[in-house]
């Protein structure tokens, strides 16, 4: 990580960047985000297989430095969402300064070394290996075990009946707590008031009711519908392991198969939502 | 309760412009349509927000419909093809969290349409009685209820 | 005085025996998740080295939704319909010793000014079997907040493995005697065995609540606290698995012709929770949010009811996307407060 | 909350099917309801005044009526209601007629729907709140763009009436087609005799600003307060200096470089040049690209001659604003191109015809400039080729007009016309010669039109045949024009010495980009859209934008001008009052609540929604909301239903007022 700790240091010393959102080991060699300010800081930042977390998501929740653009570190896929944010008019490319990172997959599980099995699924069908769009790109390129993708979860699970899906959500929706995990760890969720704080009208009871979930989580795949980058940290913070990244896939899907559009790619490309095609599909309309 | 027959309740956000107008020609021209649909007037279906449907469903909807101008028709020229992007969506996501998504409907009925707009309301109607109420939602707000008992 | 001891066996039967009397029965899950309702004894869980669940045992007590009453709307005004409080019987096997602790804090707070009916109400009828716990991970330090792996507060009957599949069962309270002396035939007594505490390691501890305690009384404007909330995401995880968190939100949920009032799980990690109506919010950044948990837990709570607002079950650790470690904050402070007073001297 | 609600039985129409004094005793117990009553003609007079009435005893804030749609009577109902005191904007209607009564039998079953709908606004009527009108100050000029005949009859009506008018033309002078033109159908009078004296009228008009060589660059704003940024094209002559003597044009030595645009090619012109003699303004133009001085620094021959140094070869393109409060487009059209497939275009040519390849076969404008006295052949009837009189003559119509496969689907219009106007002319001067017209069909609608063409056919022999041409081609000097007669049946070979195309009409090529700029609908053709084909035929969807002539679509000289005068009247409705009213139904953002997504501004059909940046008082950056400029937004509510934090909320359809209508429409 001599690379990243150079740069780093450089661009704090320069006040190039007023501050780098990295990732550092704690002394239980948790790898966690981290917020270098000073070149001290900067020697503490590193990047390996642990390196799950989307930190995107400080883009829109720090405060801006006082000198300096942003720096932060970033695998190819996390770069998708700090693209989306540029297409969503939340940052300007001019104001970060993006250190990518050749990555060699990630884990699932946090808490257990990198394995075939303990790898996130997104890795095994990477086409972002190398970062584009960065101003930085460190490290090198290893093989890494892919998981294989031996079932299409998404397809197995359309597979069931009308019925099955929606007791199985209710069971799942059952379980959810409103904590919003889900929304903080998410990189696009930058509203600052979400819908569910809106109270007058309150659409979606604050309540953790399956009723309440059930909207709760419906409208926030809808809000993420075309925008979702597939980062999964939804899925990773949610403390009840609601299968969220299922419905995030699933629109995934019908952007692509409808729109052919996947959200974070270009920064001046057109976002899918806020833009119409006359030819839309409408063989559901009357 | 059980034995009287069920007659379901249907939600219609229609935009002002089109289809509302449409409605009002079917009445002008007396034709004659089923009592169960309850019309919401917004200004175009670009208003019309999935949450409005949600929300129809939450409060005992058995069906909602949707209608407005046909492409290209649209008075705010573009609000109906922003809005069918969203439906492109919603739809799916509804079938996919398996609420029954064929209780939800879709259609572009114009102003001159109300012959039309007699058939889909009639249509919706039937097909929606011939499903029976919408268990699945209902069941949802036993949770929140007040129990029965007290009900009346 | 008189001890007991139970097999595993018997427990699982006492457990089927309680359910063919509408009892409910609560084990924590088979997947770790929660503490369950179980409908059939074998689904009872007894592990002494189980890790704790994902979620606490506080959801039996301060459930995360509750309807406080139902409203009917007249025409000019409501008419207000009592909520049916729940009179289940309840009993809860296994509760780990960092999950029934939180129990008598939360009483404190919840029997303060006013006194939560549901709450007591839900108290009152549950007995909480103890469980000893062999589980010990980096993120727990129950030893550091005043308890341990035999802590029996809460408890009203506390169980320690013994040998081949027996367990030493301790009455705590008089509804643990009650309970015991009503479910006899399962037990069997056990006159001055030696309470089998050896074979438990009792992890060290981290810090001191004390000088924790003082540091947070100096340094509320301290900047260590922009630093330590600096990549929260104010998700609140922390404070929806937590023991012993036990902010809630109000809110009425109105339909055309009847309505009710509900009591929501809440959290302080949320902007919104401190956000006033103008858009002027105290705790505008996250730090200072991260600063209001900590404090609450170990100075506010222990400041008005001298109780430590935290068990040290380590959960809120385990279960943060980007792995803020309490227990490490936790010792930071204390060392940040040891060089104060080398400092000094 | 205090809420009267009425219910109409608009004599037996709603009270046959619906029971009315139940709907008004079932409203009276809905929670805010404080008078409830039902009437029979709540619409007459004294059901008007029962609603005053109730308003000021009972001291109402908000009235739902039931009754017929809100289309027939809101109006009517919010007027009496403001007249008593109360926001027009608290009122409701429900409708109980077109939407109940009318379409169902059963009384009991529609008594009951009656009741739900009368539940359902009084709950919306609860959340509407009052709105006060937007009234915006109205600009009392007017923008027109293009300086054909139905621009400068737009301006001269709108100037004549007393207010400032800008005429932008983006050629060196005003007049556009019809000052090419040698007669005009069906009166044969000459065109530059009756055009001539409007231009110059344009010209010397106190309350006309002329900008000619100028193009409309960019446009802002809204009905009544439109900001116009114009480029006037560098002339490189001082307009406020020349006089128009044309001693440069004589002067300048580029003489045959360039073909005139004016003659339609069939002339050249100089470097330094005016369109043509009766040009307006009377200002000459270099032509930058052929002229040696900008070619290699030498001649400066015209400033040699200009005893008024009004020649600058220093001026630069300038950019005017110009504020105005309404804008007439009368871009006008181009003519069809024969000969090749225009990039880009869905019309395919008809090569086969050989236009461009033979000299003698010429579109329907190139005849006009050889028929004009003021022409390549002052008037003489002499073919490009030889200067030869042609001695037989063939003209062709429909040539990109109704033919889908080759050109557009439409009819040009004035073809039928100018054609029979054509042989005409050439059977007046070429007295022993042959006129032959192919036709498809005689479309001669209009005063005068149809015994026009018979004067022609009848009087003046011009030898009629129905039916294509499939094949032009040159044979020793010869035009063979091959075409067939579907009347006889037969094949017909013509060997004539000239072949006129009547070429169809079409969109100038930039009416796109300006529709555009102006942010109005167009066509698949690139015809600027009106509203309403038949109610509102000169109005754009945006308001304050009007049109004129063959910009809309193909049209003659008549129609055109009583476009631009209805044009310039709908203008000065406008300017007949100091403010506008517009309905508050419009977009409005929290910009607490806003993150700045801006998707509301992806969505808005009417460029409405801005960013905005939120400072502090220091002047730093805070954050970036949506605006919406009230004077554009329509009230669509898209960006509403878009913004996915709720946090632009259409007036009038506010989220609360239409989850109110949710959450009262399922009960019993």
């Not at chain 2, 020609?25 to 949450?51: E, F, H, M, W, Y």
Request: charged letters at 25%; a neutral charge.
């Amino acid at each position: 990580m001599k690379q990243l700790i150079e740069i780093s240091k450089e661009l704090l010393e320069s006040r190039k960047a007023g501050y780098i959102i990295g990732y550092t080991e704690d002394k239980f060699h948790r790898t966690k985000p981290f917020i270098a300010h000073t070149t001290n800081d900067a020697e503490k930042l590193t990047f390996n297989q642990k390196a799950v977390h989307n930190l995107a998501v400080y883009l829109t929740r720090l405060p801006k430095p006082k000198e300096g653009k942003i720096g932060i570190v970033a695998k190819g896929c996390d770069i998708k969402a700090i693209i989306g944010l540029i297409q969503e008019n939340q940052i300007k490319r001019d104001d970060i300064i993006i250190i990518g990172m050749n990555c060699n997959g990630v884990v699932k599980d946090i808490n257990i070394d990198y394995n075939k099995e303990n790898s996130q699924m997104k890795c095994s069908i990477c086409e972002l290996r190398t970062p584009k769009h960065a101003n930085y790109i460190v490290g090198a390129l290893e093989d890494f075990a892919k998981s294989e993708l031996t079932k299409n979860i998404l397809a197995e699970f359309e597979a069931l009946s009308a019925e099955e899906r929606w007791k199985f959500w209710e069971k799942e929706f059952e379980k959810c707590i409103k904590c919003y995990a889900c929304r903080q760890a998410c990189p696009l969720c930058y509203c600052e008031q979400c819908i569910v704080e809106k109270s007058m009208p309150q659409w979606i009871d604050s309540s953790p009711t399956t009723k309440g979930n059930f909207a709760w989580n419906i409208i926030r795949a809808f809000h993420l519908s075309g925008r979702c980058i597939g980062c999964n940290e939804c899925e990773r913070a949610c403390p009840v392991n609601i299968p969220l990244s299922l419905l995030n896939r699933k629109m995934g899907m019908v952007a692509m198969k409808e729109f052919n559009y996947r959200h974070g790619i270009e920064p001046d490309q057109p976002t899918l939502i806020g833009n119409y095609n006359t030819s839309d599909k409408e063989d559901f309309i009357m | 309760m059980e034995e009287e027959k069920f007659e379901p309740k249907i939600t219609a956000f229609v935009c002002n412009w089109c289809t509302y107008t449409g409605a009002d020609l079917a009445g002008t021209s007396r034709l004659k349509q089923q009592t169960n649909a309850r019309l919401i007037r917004v200004p175009c279906t670009g208003r019309i927000d999935p949450v409005f449907i949600i929300k129809a469903f939450e409060k005992g909807a058995d069906g909602v419909l949707v209608s407005g101008c046909h492409p290209g028709d649209c008075h705010y020229n573009t609000g109906n093809f922003h809005a069918r992007r969203r439906w492109i969506f919603f739809k799916q996501l509804l079938d996919f969290v398996g609420i029954d998504s064929t209780r939800l409907y879709f259609s572009w009925v114009s102003a001159s349409e109300g012959k039309k707009w007699v058939d889909v309301v009639n249509n919706v109607i039937n097909s929606v009685r011939a499903k029976g109420p919408f268990l699945g939602y209902k069941n949802l707000n036993k949770e929140t209820e007040l129990p029965l008992v007290n009900k009346n | 005085m008189k001890n007991f001891v139970i097999t595993r066996e018997q427990l699982a039967n006492l457990a089927s025996k309680l359910l063919g009397e509408n009892w409910t029965v609560i084990s924590p899950s088979q997947n770790g998740s929660k503490y369950l309702k179980i409908k059939d004894a074998k689904d009872l869980i007894i592990d002494s080295a189980l890790k704790p669940t994902d979620i606490s045992m506080k959801e039996h007590f301060f459930p995360k939704s509750e309807t406080l009453f139902f409203f009917k709307r007249k025409k000019d005004d409501y008419e207000l319909i009592d909520a049916p409080g729940s009179e289940a019987k309840t009993v809860i096997f296994g509760a780990k010793p960092c999950d029934a602790s939180a129990i008598p804090v939360l009483s404190k707070v919840f029997n303060w000014d006013y006194k939560d009916e549901f709450f007591n109400k839900r108290v009152e009828n549950t007995v909480i079997i103890g469980l000893a716990c062999k589980f010990e991970d980096e993120n727990c330090f129950c030893t550091s907040v005043g308890l341990s792996p035999l802590a029996e507060n809460g408890s009203d009957i506390f169980l320690i493995p013994l040998s081949d599949d027996k367990y030493f069962m301790k009455p705590i309270t008089d509804k643990g005697r009650d309970f015991i002396a009503a479910n006899e035939t399962f037990i069997s007594e056990a006159d001055n065995i030696s309470e089998p505490i050896n074979d438990f390691s009792t992890p060290q501890k981290r810090f001191s609540t004390e000088n924790v305690k003082e540091w947070l009384d100096k340094n509320f404007e301290s900047k260590f606290w922009f630093n330590a909330g600096e990549t929260c995401i104010g998700c609140a995880q922390c404070a929806y698995v937590c023991p012993t968190c036990h902010c809630f939100d109000i809110v009425d949920e109105d339909c055309y012709s009847c309505g009710r009032r509900v009591k929501n799980w809440d959290s302080c990690q949320f902007e919104l929770f401190t956000k006033h109506a103008s858009g002027h919010n105290p705790r505008e950044i996250q730090g200072k949010r991260y600063r209001q948990r900590v404090s609450h837990k170990f100075k506010y709570y222990k400041d008005r009811f001298d109780e430590l607002l935290c068990t040290g079950c380590g959960r809120c650790t385990r279960g943060c996307p980007v792995s803020i470690d309490i227990g490490l904050i936790l010792e930071d402070i204390n060392s940040h407060f040891l060089e104060t007073i080398n400092v000094n001297n | 909350m205090r809420i009267g609600v009425f219910t109409c039985h608009c004599g037996e129409n709603i009270g046959r099917t619906v029971d009315c004094p139940a709907v008004s005793k079932a409203c009276a117990d809905f929670p805010g309801v404080v008078h409830s009553e039902d009437y029979k003609y709540m619409c007459s007079d004294p059901g008007q005044n029962l609603i005053k009435q109730a308003i000021k005893e009972k001291n109402l804030n908000a009235v739902v009526v039931g009754s017929c749609s809100p289309h027939m009577h809101e109006k009517t109902f919010r007027k009496a209601c403001s007249d008593a005191g109360i926001n027009p904007f608290q009122v409701e209607i429900a409708n109980l007629r077109e939407h109940c009564s009318w379409i169902h039998d059963d009384v009991p079953s529609a008594t009951l729907k009656a009741i739900d709908m009368m539940r359902m606004m009084v709950e919306k009527v609860k959340f509407n709140g009052p709105l006060t009108p937007i009234r915006v100050p109205v600009t009392k000029r007017a923008l027109v763009i293009g300086g054909g005949i139905s621009g400068i009859q737009a301006s001269l009506d709108i100037a004549n009436a007393g207010y400032e008018v800008i005429l932008v033309e983006k050629e060196p002078s005003i007049g556009g087609h019809m000052s090419q033109l040698s007669e005009t159908f069906p009166t044969l009078d000459c065109s530059q005799c009756i055009l001539t004296p409007r231009m110059v009228e344009v010209y010397q008009h106190s309350k006309i600003k002329l900008m000619s060589y100028s193009e409309v660059e960019n446009v802002e704003g809204f009905i009544g307060n439109f900001s116009v940024t114009i480029r006037k094209k560098a002339r490189s002559v001082k307009d406020e200096l020349c006089t128009g003597c044309g001693l440069c044009v004589q002067k300048c030595p580029i003489k045959k470089v360039a073909l005139s645009e004016f003659d339609e090619g069939l002339a050249t012109r100089p470097a330094m040049y005016v369109p043509f003699p009766q040009a307006v303004p009377n200002i000459p133009v270099i032509d930058r690209t052929i002229c040696t001085y900008f070619k290699n620094g030498k001649c400066q021959m015209c400033k040699k001659v200009c005893g008024r140094e009004a020649i600058d070869f220093e001026q630069q393109d300038e950019l005017v604003k110009e504020e105005v409060g309404s804008i007439i487009i009368a871009t006008g059209y181009k003519l069809y191109t024969i000969d090749k497939k225009p990039d880009d275009s869905p019309i395919h040519g008809y090569g086969e015809y050989g236009y461009g390849k033979y000299k003698d076969v010429v579109s329907g404008l190139q005849f006009e400039r050889i028929a004009s006295a003021s022409g390549p052949t002052s008037g003489e009837m002499l073919r490009p080729s030889d200067k030869k009189v042609p001695k037989k003559i063939v003209f062709i119509q429909c040539v990109g007009s109704r033919d889908e496969a080759k050109g557009f689907s439409y009819c040009s219009k004035i073809c039928c016309m100018y054609t029979a106007k054509h042989a005409m002319l050439y059977k007046h001067k070429v007295h022993d010669g042959e006129a032959y017209v192919f036709y498809m069909d005689i479309r001669a609608g209009g005063k005068m039109y149809e015994e026009f063409v018979r004067r022609a056919i009848e009087e003046d022999g011009v030898k009629y045949i129905r039916g294509r041409v499939s094949r032009i081609y040159q044979d020793d000097g010869k035009i063979i024009v091959k075409g067939e007669d579907t009347i006889a049946g037969v094949k017909v070979e013509i060997d004539a010495d000239m072949a006129v195309l009547a070429t169809a009409m079409m969109a100038q090529t930039e009416a796109p980009k300006l529709a555009q700029t102006l942010g109005v609908p167009y066509d698949k053709y690139g015809f600027i859209n009106e509203v309403h084909p038949k109610l509102r035929p000169v109005e754009t969807s945006s308001g304050g934008i009007f049109l004129a002539g063959a910009c809309n679509s193909p049209r003659d000289i008549p129609d055109s001008v009583a476009m631009a005068s209805a044009a310039a009247a709908k203008a000065l409705v406008l300017f007949g009052s100091d403010m506008l009213e517009r309905e508050p139904v419009v977009a409005k953002v929290n910009e607490a609540t806003c993150a700045g997504c801006l998707y509301c501004k992806k969505v808005c059909a009417y460029n409405a929604v801005e960013a905005k940046e939120i400072k502090d008082r220091n002047g730093n950056l805070i954050k970036v909301v949506a605006y919406v400029n009230s004077g554009l937004c329509q009230g669509c509510g898209t960006c509403n239903a878009t913004c996915p934090s709720k946090s632009v909320e259409l007036l009038g359809f506010k989220d609360d007022q239409i989850y109110a209508q949710i959450n009262a429409f399922a009960e019993v």
